[in-house]
């Protein structure tokens, strides 16, 4: 079965900058509406960043101006560029995309999950 592998989750001083990638785990027919989550210790997971298929961009206002969702249709990859970062970004960072597969009907999928420390 299809899944999405995340990577470029680590730890990072205060102001440092990472970048996350998320891919599927087999070749795919298609992907779309491709997200970051995250969820820090004793919260609620939270909507980071969205591509629709239209192409628009949209962020959770706390990390307008930093954080920057791109996708790489020709890999496919969806990256998550984290640049001036905060403590306050601390948690699991997840992907998420609906998938066409061989495997039937498109369906969401979400990724393991990667841990990103901001030390202050």
């Known amino acids: 079965q299809v899944h999405l592998v995340e990577s470029g989750g680590g730890l990072v001083q205060a102001g440092g900058s990472l970048r996350l990638s998320c891919a599927p785990s087999e070749t795919i027919f298609g992907i779309y509406n491709q997200a970051w989550y995250r969820q820090a210790p004793g919260k609620d997971r939270e909507l980071v960043a969205a591509?629709?298929?239209?192409?628009?961009?949209n962020y959770t206002d706390s990390v307008k101006g930093r954080f920057t969702i791109s996708m790489d249709n020709a890999k496919p990859t969806v990256y998550l560029q984290m640049n001036s970062l905060k403590p306050e970004d601390t948690a699991v960072y997840y992907c998420?995309?609906?998938?066409?597969?061989?495997?039937?009907?498109?369906?969401?999928?979400w990724g393991q999950g990667t841990q990103v420390t901001v030390s202050s």
């Open positions: 591509i629709s298929m239209g192409g628009d961009k």
């Open positions: 998420n995309a609906n998938l066409i597969t061989k495997y039937g009907a498109p369906a969401n999928y």
